[in-house]
């Protein structure tokens, strides 16, 4: 009968569904966890049932030996793969991989030498990336969901021009070919305003603000001129930088075109990152973001604010 034959149909669908899930978070596996437990089709099943159901709250992970032992919804995103921090040896890095952590998420986080001094944690892997070398970028963004590129230049990572515009355009390039979804670049406020005190008197420190310029027009340029409109780049300005905990979303001002800045924790500078890997109103959007409460017009200003902004922001990744 005809309602015979649609319930199959459903039943088709749904069976290829799965499989297509269930192969999707192997491929997955099989790339975040090399050099680990291998993860058993039992867990793979789990994620795949659990992610066809709509399941909500968390899934016992059966048979991961200790590397994971249980993922936090949404399923989806864990299982597009995690998301890796360029420069985590850095202030600014170091806080978006615990604000990773913090969500429960996957990440890799990276340095030139692939050492870094963070506390061990399963859902952490810490890989030897450097933007200034693009061989080194592929394995590690290998099966990434999100990357978020938060090196700037150093005294053993390379200048401005190395690391914030050709690293940066390496980084971009290496997320192209990679397929992923989201690049986040964490870049610098009023870098469009080149007559502003606050550019002028950071680009005594090698330039630097010049450079990242050049290299956010030209990765702008870059995702541009793509076909696959599945693949985009977010650019975060924040202003003066801090070392305070993060005060919230809810103390945050976003703006554009560099007419106000303020002061902003790296914490929260960590958390509008990461939440913008999965945000579609980030996409290709470049904004800054600073507190409301120090927020000035640009030109406003003063040596207090833009001394909070140094070029020590870390390695080369």
């Given at each position: 009968?005809?309602?015979?034959?649609?319930e199959?149909?459903?039943?088709?669908?749904?069976?290829?569904?799965?499989?297509?899930?269930?192969?999707?978070?192997?491929?997955?596996?099989?790339?975040?966890?090399?050099?680990?437990?291998?993860?058993?089709?039992?867990?793979?099943?789990a994620?795949?049932e659990?992610?066809?159901?709509?399941?909500?709250?968390?899934?016992?992970?059966?048979?991961?030996?200790g590397?994971?032992?249980?993922?936090?919804?949404?399923?989806?995103?864990?299982?597009?793969?995690?998301?890796?921090?360029?420069?985590?040896?850095?202030r600014?890095?170091r806080?978006?991989v615990r604000?990773?952590?913090?969500?429960?998420?996957?990440?890799?986080?990276?340095?030139?030498?692939?050492?870094?001094?963070?506390?061990?944690?399963?859902?952490?892997?810490?890989?030897?990336?450097?933007?200034?070398?693009?061989?080194?970028?592929?394995?590690?963004?290998?099966?990434?969901?999100?990357?978020?590129?938060?090196?700037?230049?150093?005294?053993?990572?390379?200048?401005?021009n190395?690391v914030?515009?050709e690293?940066?355009?390496?980084?971009?390039?290496?997320?192209?070919?990679a397929?992923?979804?989201?690049?986040?670049?964490?870049?610098?406020?009023?870098?469009?305003?080149p007559?502003?005190?606050?550019?002028?008197?950071?680009?005594?420190?090698?330039?630097?603000?010049?450079?990242?310029?050049?290299?956010?027009?030209?990765v702008?340029?870059?995702?541009?001129?793509?076909?696959?409109?599945?693949?985009g780049?977010?650019?975060?300005?924040?202003?003066?930088?801090t070392?305070?905990?993060?005060?919230?979303?809810?103390?945050?001002?976003?703006?554009?075109?560099?007419k106000?800045?303020?002061?902003?924790?790296?914490?929260?500078?960590?958390?509008?990152?990461?939440?913008?890997?999965?945000?579609?109103?980030?996409?290709?959007a470049?904004?800054?973001?600073?507190?409301?409460?120090?927020a000035?017009?640009?030109?406003?200003?003063?040596?207090?604010?833009?001394?909070?902004?140094?070029?020590?922001?870390?390695?080369s990744?």
């Open positions: 009968s005809s309602i015979a034959c649609d199959f149909k459903d039943v088709f669908v749904a069976c290829i569904g799965l499989a297509r899930i269930a192969v999707r978070a192997l491929d997955f596996d099989r790339r975040f966890f090399r050099g680990h437990a291998e993860p058993s089709p039992a867990m793979l099943l994620i795949a659990a992610r066809w159901r709509g399941a909500e709250g968390a899934l016992e992970l059966p048979g991961l030996d590397v994971v032992d249980r993922l936090d919804l949404p399923f989806e995103r864990a299982l597009l793969g995690p998301i890796v921090v360029l420069g985590a040896g850095g600014t890095g806080q978006c604000a990773v952590l913090d969500r429960g998420q996957l990440v890799v986080a990276t340095s030139r030498t692939g050492e870094l001094d963070l506390a061990a944690s399963p859902q952490c892997k810490i890989v030897a990336a450097d933007v200034t070398r693009p061989e080194t970028l592929r394995g590690a963004l290998a099966g990434a969901r999100g990357v978020i590129f938060a090196a700037s230049q150093s005294k053993g990572g390379g200048s401005a190395a914030d515009n690293g940066l355009v390496n980084t971009a390039k290496a997320c192209i070919e397929g992923v979804t989201r690049l986040v670049i964490v870049s610098s406020g009023a870098v469009s305003r007559d502003s005190s606050v550019y002028q008197f950071l680009n005594l420190f090698g330039n630097i603000m010049a450079e990242k310029i050049a290299g956010e027009d030209r702008r340029a870059m995702y541009a001129a793509l076909p696959n409109n599945d693949l780049y977010t650019i975060v300005r924040p202003g003066g930088l070392d305070a905990e993060a005060r919230g979303f809810g103390a945050v001002e976003l703006g554009q075109g560099d106000f800045s303020g002061r902003i924790s790296r914490a929260d500078v960590a958390d509008l990152s990461i939440a913008s890997i999965d945000s579609d109103a980030a996409r290709n470049t904004f800054e973001c600073f507190y409301v409460d120090t000035k017009p640009l030109e406003a200003v003063g040596l207090s604010n833009i001394m909070k902004q140094t070029v020590q922001e870390g390695s990744g």
